[in-house]
């Protein structure tokens, strides 16, 4: 029997995986941004020669890397909902509980947009980075719900039975305190017009996902049909001042 007709440990399986990855690159070379290396704690990011030197004959990627989920060529939201953001039962799972609880169709649309920020992108500063994304594209009152959010979570409001969440207190300890800047922003939205539309998504905003409660993206295709406006060039190709952040997004690691 041949020796090396064991399993492979875990360690070679991931090495093997590498291996493949590589392969479908093909004759291209993914490189990570500034950003992806400040994640892992390093201030770095490798230079055109480095990677090239690295990399003898191959050229940098400058689109699709073949490793991600396909993208249409005119992608829709619902489009990048299937294909690039990592988690979508807590956006579901709080337009469902919003859907069933009869709000308007424009808090419904927030509340499954609210934290696209943090499933698709980034998570430090979440409401303001969605909200960027989905503004030329969705009512104004929508948009800066979304923004608003963000704040608005770290604040109670008996009115409408909303308290500080005690997941708050599990994921930034009992001492945690919002930094000013948050504490300021809180304050405007609170005397805003629209207020009660960013406070519905914190009310929405569930955070135990129940594994027997059945969501579904396909609920929502309609609401999202009548509100948000999909560019018919798809998302990333409409010259909106958002649409280089979709594009990013379909292409993270292309060079420039
Ligand atoms: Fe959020
Ligand atoms: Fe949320």
């Keep these: 029997m041949n020796e090396h007709a064991r399993p492979l440990t875990l360690s070679e399986r991931a090495d093997e995986l590498e291996e493949e990855m590589m392969h479908d690159l093909g004759a291209r070379i993914a490189s990570k941004s500034t950003l992806f290396y400040l994640g892992d704690g390093k201030v770095q990011v490798d230079t055109g020669e480095a990677l090239l030197a690295a990399n003898p004959g191959k050229h940098m990627l400058m689109g699709a890397d073949p490793r991600l989920p ?13 294909a690039r953001f990592a988690t979508t039962a807590h956006l579901l799972q709080s337009a469902t509980h919003a859907l069933k609880g009869g709000q308007p169709e424009k808090v419904v649309l927030a509340c499954l947009l609210h934290d696209i920020g943090v499933a ?26 979304v923004r608003m959010h963000q704040a608005l979570r770290f604040f109670p409001d008996p009115s409408v039975g909303y308290e500080y969440p005690q997941m708050y207190v599990k994921l930034f300890g009992a001492d945690y305190r919002p930094e000013p800047y948050i504490v300021a922003e809180y304050e405007r939205a609170r005397n805003h017009k629209w207020y009660m539309t960013a406070r519905l998504i914190t009310v929405n905003d569930i955070y135990s996902f129940d594994p027997n ?14 509100n948000f406006k999909q560019p018919k060039e798809g998302l990333g190709f409409d010259n909106s001042p958002s649409a280089h952040m979709w594009r990013t997004l379909m292409w993270p690691t292309r060079f420039l």
């Design 120 to 145: 698709s992108f980034i998570r430090c500063d979440h409401g303001y980075w969605g909200a960027q994304m989905i503004e030329p594209y969705v009512d104004e009152e929508v948009a800066w719900a």
């Design 213 to 226: 409660a059945t969501v579904n993206l396909d609920d929502f295709v309609d609401i999202v049909g009548r």
């Design 70 to 82: 396909p993208m249409p060529d005119k992608p829709t939201l619902i489009d990048f909902f299937k």
